[in-house]
């Protein structure tokens, strides 16, 4: 270990097994990455291959002085370091680090959270989650009481541009454990392009790991003679000015017309809809999961329980513009809540 006088480089290691999806998880993992680098720490992240230019393109964040190291789950030890941070896929490792701190993204149940094993390592672990409803399940599963630390939003990275006519969504092209309903959008905008003929829908994501190509294919072809523009795997860069020149963010997550959603299939929180509210477009996204915590109804955005309220609410800022002056001000005051400067100061308290 690198020694310089009486200071010695505390080391960090970093397990995440999702780095090919590129997905908030992964937004998460590399702004702790930053923020540990930053601060002085030597990094190791376990990954066969550097990735960090696809993080920069993808996030914004620059972690290019961590160190990528391909070992396999079964021989990595711990004991080196005084920091283990595990994205956890609902298991618990065996730990050897001087501090481990499991995060959590989605809301786990019925994982055996409960056995002896898990009981037994989660006693001297720390837990953190990316919402007040992650942390309801994780609790419960658990027994623990997690620390809820909300996914970075560097806001001050989205400005409010030329504002255009445009409804944007910005989410991942599948349906694999969330419920994205890109569908439930262009039937959505299919109704009211009647009444807002001037308007565009923008659907904006990834289409890596976790994501179908006959389910983009269907979508292109369900917006076939609309003004629907679908944008693949766009870059950080590229999401700023989407943000920056809409009116409007649209999301149907976890919108379901027959059943309850599971907890796994809504928005656990929701890093673009903060992202599109600090560049001052107004959201309209679904009464669900973690939608809840970052939208205050009525004063900086709105929650909807079905596609007509949907609806309903799109027109009513398309037509008035003093209610989407003062909404997408109010938004841009909201996401502030959700700076990656929180982000950092909560990390910081924890290590």
Same mark, same amino acid.
């Given at each position: 270990m690198p020694a310089f006088g009486n200071f010695r480089m505390k080391k960090a290691c970093i397990f995440?097994?999702?780095?090919?999806?590129?997905?908030?998880?992964?937004?998460?993992?590399?702004?702790?990455?930053?923020?540990l680098l930053d601060q002085g720490w030597q990094v190791d992240i376990f990954w066969p291959g550097d990735i960090s230019p696809q993080i920069l393109d993808r996030f914004g964040l620059d972690i290019s002085r961590a160190k990528f190291i391909s070992h396999p789950y079964h021989s990595l030890s711990t004991t080196p370091y005084s920091l283990l941070f595990w994205l956890s896929d609902g298991s618990l490792p065996i730990s050897f680090a001087k501090k481990t701190i499991i995060h959590l993204q989605f809301p786990f149940q019925n994982i055996h959270g409960h056995s002896f094993a898990n009981f037994v390592k989660s006693?001297?672990?720390?837990?953190?989650?990316?919402?007040?409803?992650?942390?309801?399940?994780?609790?419960?599963e658990f027994s623990v009481d997690s620390h809820v630390v909300y996914p970075p939003i560097d806001t001050t990275q989205f400005t409010a541009g030329k504002k255009?006519? /445009?409804?944007?969504?910005?989410?991942?092209?599948s349906q694999l454990t969330q419920l994205k309903n890109h569908s439930v959008l262009i039937d959505a905008f299919r109704n009211l392009h009647p009444h807002l003929p001037n308007w565009k829908l923008i659907l904006a994501g990834g289409t890596t790991v976790g994501s179908d190509p006959q389910y983009?294919?269907?979508?292109?072809?369900q917006a076939r003679g609309l003004p629907v523009d679908i944008v693949t795997d766009p870059s950080y860069s590229k999401i700023r000015d989407l943000c920056s020149q809409a009116k409007i963010f649209w999301s149907?997550?976890?919108?379901?017309?027959? /059943?309850?959603?599971?907890?796994?299939q809504t928005e /656990?929180?929701?890093?673009?809809?903060?992202?599109?509210?600090?560049?001052?477009a107004v959201p309209v996204i679904t009464n669900l999961g973690g939608h809840r915590e970052i939208v205050v109804p009525g004063d900086s955005g709105f929650l909807?329980?079905?596609?007509?309220e949907l609806q309903s609410f799109t027109v009513r800022l398309a037509s008035d513009p003093s209610l989407f002056n003062l909404l997408s001000q109010k938004a841009i005051d909201r996401s502030k809540i959700f700076d990656i400067q929180k982000f950092n100061q909560k990390l910081s308290k924890l290590i």
């Open positions: 995440n097994p999702y780095w090919d999806s590129l997905g908030g998880g992964e937004r998460y993992t590399a702004a702790f990455v930053k923020f006693r001297s672990y720390t837990f953190v989650v990316n919402s007040l409803f992650t942390k309801s399940a994780i609790d419960s255009h006519n /445009h409804i944007l969504y910005i989410g991942r092209f983009l294919s269907g979508l292109k072809t149907a997550s976890g919108y379901s017309p027959t /059943h309850s959603p599971t907890p796994l /656990h929180f929701g890093i673009t809809v903060v992202e599109a509210m600090a560049a001052g909807w329980d079905n596609p007509s």
